[in-house]
């Protein structure tokens, strides 16, 4: 599979899952088995009244991070944060409290080593939220120097998020999508960069009745490394984590990205790609980065 195709697969697996998930957002499992049974289909509705195929916050941010990076690869957290901005101000869908509050600081102090610590304090020092893990998939896709790829993983997370276990989970994430770009098998990977985050070993014990689908890192990345881990195509993975409920989008976007990337694009279900409404937009950022590719 070339790199192309599963450049692509990430950006619309995070669309894919985004859009799947925003139907079930803040449904438990019991509602979503009544009304929808087990929703395999991109329907729009929900608490957002999405439109079939529109995305949310998820895959805005994430986008906002892949046109931080293109503007100025080498440097690209100041350009980050401003996409940033520029989508708050555009007032989009489902923006998590702790990014909204980031933000919100940002518009009146214009600093940024101000913003994550001022969530933090304004959260009680709850930051460690899934906020800046729906959005780094980009930094994994761009850049080809691992040591590189983490240090702009780490620093695009802590523009809102303050708290060490956000940062943490967006780098073993991208560590894992960084292999799969690359061509590795599924689970060695996991086996192999879970030892640096032995909190997580936890998932290959894990029943699904035991999932936790809540906005907090942790237990989102074990819900997508558990989807992820017990599947075996891009459509079942994602699926599996929409219907957990809860934090539904964001947690059925991340085991999109994932998938996406391993799979690739043409794993994808064609009824979920044709309906996303900025798939024009997806394309033409996965052709900017494969044209860049290599050059860090």
């Known amino acids: 599979m070339d790199r192309y195709e599963r450049i692509l697969g990430g950006l619309f697996g995070v669309a894919c899952g985004d859009a799947l998930g925003g139907t079930l957002e803040f449904m438990s499992k019991d509602e979503i088995e009544r009304k929808y049974g087990y929703l395999k289909d991109i329907?729009?509705?929900?608490?957002?009244?999405?439109?079939?195929?529109?995305?949310?916050d998820d895959t805005m941010m994430t986008i906002a991070v892949a046109e931080g990076i293109l503007d100025n690869p080498e440097n690209p957290i100041e350009d980050i944060g401003k996409h940033f901005i520029k989508r708050y101000d555009?007032?989009?869908?489902?923006?998590?409290?702790?990014?909204?509050?980031?933000?919100?600081?940002?518009?009146?102090?214009?600093?940024?080593?101000?913003?994550?610590?001022?969530?933090?304090?304004?959260?009680?020092?709850?930051?460690?939220g899934n906020g800046s893990l729906m959005r780094c998939l980009p930094v994994a896709l761009y850049y080809s120097d691992v040591e590189k790829m983490l240090e702009i993983t780490a620093l695009q997370s802590v523009l809102t998020h303050y708290d060490q276990k956000a940062t943490d989970a967006c780098q073993f994430y991208n560590l894992l999508v960084y292999q799969y770009?690359?061509?590795?098998?599924?689970?060695?990977?996991?086996?192999?960069?879970?030892?640096?985050?032995?909190?997580?070993?936890?998932?290959?014990?894990?029943?699904?009745?035991?999932?936790?689908?809540?906005?907090?890192?942790?237990?989102?990345?074990?819900?997508?490394?558990?989807?992820?881990?017990?599947?075996?195509?891009?459509?079942?993975?994602?699926?599996e984590a929409a219907n957990l409920g809860g934090d539904a989008d964001t947690i059925a976007a991340i085991t999109g990205e994932m998938a996406g990337v391993y799979?690739?694009?043409?794993?994808?279900?064609?009824?979920?790609?044709?309906?996303?409404?900025?798939?024009?937009?997806?394309?033409?950022?996965?052709?900017?980065?494969?044209?860049?590719?290599?050059?860090?």
Not at 281 to 293: E, F, P, T
Request: hydrophobic share 35%; charged share 25%; net charge positive.
């Open 181 to 239: 770009l690359n061509d590795k098998p599924k689970i060695p990977p996991i086996r192999e960069h879970i030892e640096k985050y032995p909190e997580y070993k936890q998932v290959f014990q894990l029943s699904k009745y035991q999932l936790k689908p809540t906005g907090y890192v942790f237990d989102t990345l074990i819900c997508v490394l558990w989807c992820f881990i017990n599947t075996s195509s891009f459509e079942d993975a994602v699926c």
């Open 43 to 56: 329907i729009g509705g929900g608490c957002w009244d999405l439109e079939p195929g529109e995305v949310t």
């Open 90 to 128: 555009g007032k989009p869908k489902d923006i998590g409290n702790i990014i909204r509050i980031a933000l919100g600081e940002y518009k009146r102090s214009s600093d940024w080593m101000k913003t994550a610590c001022y969530a933090h304090q304004a959260t009680g020092g709850m930051s460690a």
């Open 263 to 296: 799979y690739g694009y043409n794993a994808i279900p064609d009824r979920w790609k044709e309906k996303i409404l900025i798939k024009d937009h997806l394309i033409s950022i996965a052709q900017r980065i494969i044209k860049d590719n290599g050059k860090i």
